[in-house]
């Protein structure tokens, strides 16, 4: 399981002191005290591009899904945060789903062609219908 967190940047209270979200490599601190610490695998600023959101969940993803583990990506976030633009993208720009079905069927490709040829490291053949 990984679980990663992308924020935008750093409101801070009232007074204007201390800020309300604060990042420290894997780690996120709420209320500026650094009592409510919480760590995750990954933590993603607005600075991060799109392939970024990918290398750092993508290929784990493929790996599992290929290996026969269930794979989920779950976007969650209040309105306007960025869920549809990180999990679909544009065209131009393509977000994290479109880039793992793109490497999935690649690889599923891959695994076929080298089945097809008697590799004996390929023990098995996928099929897509």
Same mark, same amino acid.
């Given at each position: 399981?990984?679980?990663? +967190?992308?924020?935008?940047?750093? !409101?801070? /209270?009232?007074?204007?002191?201390?800020?309300?979200?604060?990042?420290?490599?894997?780690?996120?601190?709420?209320?500026?005290?650094?009592?409510?610490?919480?760590?995750? &695998?990954?933590? =993603? &600023?607005?600075?991060?591009?799109?392939?970024? +959101? *990918? /290398?750092?969940?993508?290929?784990?993803?493929? /790996?599992? #899904?290929?290996?026969? *583990?269930?794979?989920?990506?779950?976007?969650?976030?209040?309105?306007? #945060?960025?869920?549809?633009?990180?999990?679909?993208? !544009?065209?131009?720009? !393509?977000?994290? =789903?479109?880039? +793992?079905?793109?490497?999935?069927?690649?690889?599923?490709?891959?695994?076929?062609?080298?089945?097809?040829?008697?590799? !004996?490291?390929?023990?098995?053949?996928?099929?897509?219908?």
């Amino acid at each position: 399981t990984t679980l990663v +967190v992308q924020h935008e940047g750093a !409101p801070v /209270d009232e007074g204007g002191g201390l800020p309300l979200l604060a990042v420290g490599g894997a780690a996120v601190s709420f209320g500026g005290d650094g009592e409510n610490r919480f760590t995750f &695998d990954h933590v =993603l &600023d607005e600075s991060v591009e799109q392939h970024d +959101v *990918y /290398d750092n969940l993508g290929a784990e993803l493929i /790996d599992n #899904a290929l290996g026969g *583990y269930n794979a989920t990506i779950f976007a969650y976030g209040q309105t306007s #945060a960025g869920k549809s633009f990180t999990i679909l993208g !544009p065209p131009s720009n !393509p977000g994290i =789903l479109p880039r +793992v079905c793109k490497t999935l069927f690649e690889r599923v490709e891959a695994q076929n062609e080298a089945f097809s040829r008697g590799d !004996p490291s390929c023990t098995d053949q996928c099929k897509v219908q």
